[in-house]
């Protein structure tokens, strides 16, 4: 048999194995009611300069994908779309990965925190503390807050509802890898493909990815501070003891109670700073054409390139609140705030203030509106400051 023969013979041998494109298989579940199924959600599988790849979740809320394009590639986004449910965008690589989806909050305050991971370790904990409070799966409710969804058998969720965020009180969000929790140099927990995501309204505002190639069983992930802003602290360590009570030492999250112990904001490059602030002018001139949704997404983009740019989030509250997503509007007025600096700070954050203050009012949480017109005042004093405090003692007296 000739060389052609054979190498021709073993071609279409192997072509059955390739013929066939992979698929990515994803499931969808509910954030807040456990092991609930949702069927007809719309998955995307999404890179820049390639067609997206489609398929609607079945009865078992599975969904399979066959892409043109290797999930594992770089930049590869997954999309999960829901009638009544925020819209999750996850980084991939994905295949065999189970994603659960939030429904719309309503509260001016509230927050929800879910948390997915891969098929090990079978148990992540979630931990959430503030005075007076430590939300687990051994206390499940707490003032204001409660975990809605304990999971004990790998991939989740495990999620936290913040009903009301109390105004003046810090938190702190931390993963807990109860399955090695005697095994404080474990790398399990960085292996686990565990990601973190963080809902206010119905916006999806912040995602977090367990960072790899570490050591330890506990990932605290963010502290609240008492204006309600969120910080970034996404560390990977071991607990000095165990507790009997969950198997964590709860100090080491009470300590980012005390005193401003955050990890260092993030400082963009010359050219992100450049496209920032490019994708900030493209949104103001979608705002003032009335294209709330293109403004909103131009501004989000801009600070995904740099998560300081304190003007791209005052008007991004704006564009919020002009669209109706009020939660949303009330945490980008507060990143504007915490962002503020330079000669023109104290004017930025009465303003800010003052945006939260007419929120609160309309919505007739008058001793909220009050504390806010205040510190618009204490910022930069004002006669429509002051008109306003006047109004809201007069409403609360009577």
């Given amino acids: ?209 367990v960072p790899t190639g570490r050591q330890g069983n506990l990932w605290t992930v963010f502290a609240i501070d008492g204006q309600g802003e969120l910080h970034d602290i996404n560390t990977l360590e071991g607990p000095r003891t165990i507790a009997s009570q969950n198997g964590l030492d709860v100090s080491l999250l009470r300590r980012h109670l005390e005193g401003d112990t955050y990890a260092q904001s993030f400082t963009a490059t010359a050219d992100a700073v450049g496209d920032a602030h490019r994708l900030n002018k493209l949104g103001e001139q979608a705002y003032h054409a009335k294209q709330l949704d293109e403004a909103i997404d131009s501004y989000r983009r801009a600070l995904d390139l740099d998560p300081n740019f304190g003007q791209a989030y005052s008007n991004l509250g704006l564009a919020y609140q002009k669209a109706g997503r009020i939660a949303e509007a009330i945490w980008a007025n507060r990143k504007a705030i915490a962002l503020a600096s330079g000669e023109s700070a104290g004017t930025v954050r009465a303003s800010s203030y003052y945006n939260v203050a007419r929120i609160y009012e309309q919505s007739g949480q008058i001793e909220d509106a009050l504390l806010q017109y205040e510190l618009a005042q204490k910022e930069k004093p004002g006669k429509v400051y002051a008109d306003a405090i006047a109004r809201m003692r007069a409403r609360l007296a009577r």
Wanted: charged share 20%; hydrophobic share 40%; glycine share 8%.
């Fill in 1 to 209: 048999m000739s060389r052609a023969v054979v190498l021709a013979v073993l071609t279409a041998l192997a072509a059955p194995l390739t013929a066939e494109p992979a698929t990515v298989r994803v499931q969808v579940l509910s954030a807040v009611v456990k092991d609930q199924k949702i069927a007809g959600a719309t998955v995307i599988l999404q890179k820049n300069g390639a067609q997206s790849i489609t398929a609607v979740t079945n009865d078992r809320g599975d969904a399979l994908l066959g892409p043109a394009f290797s999930e594992k590639d770089e930049g590869v986004l997954l999309l999960l779309k829901k009638e009544g449910y925020s819209t999750l965008v996850a980084k991939c690589p994905c295949d065999g990965m189970t994603y659960a989806i939030s429904p719309v909050m309503t509260g001016l305050d509230g927050l929800r925190i879910v948390l997915n991971w891969g098929a090990e370790p079978a148990d992540l904990d979630s931990h959430v503390v503030y005075p007076g409070n430590h939300i687990f799966w051994n206390a499940k409710i707490g003032r204001q807050a409660n975990l809605d969804v304990d999971d004990r058998d790998a991939f989740g969720p495990e999620t936290i509802t913040v009903d009301r965020k109390l105004f003046g009180e810090k938190y702190v969000y931390a993963v807990h890898d109860y399955t090695n929790q005697t095994l404080p140099t474990s790398d399990a927990l960085s292996r686990s493909r565990a990601k973190v995501f963080v809902y206010i309204g119905q916006t999806l505002i912040r995602s977090y990815y």
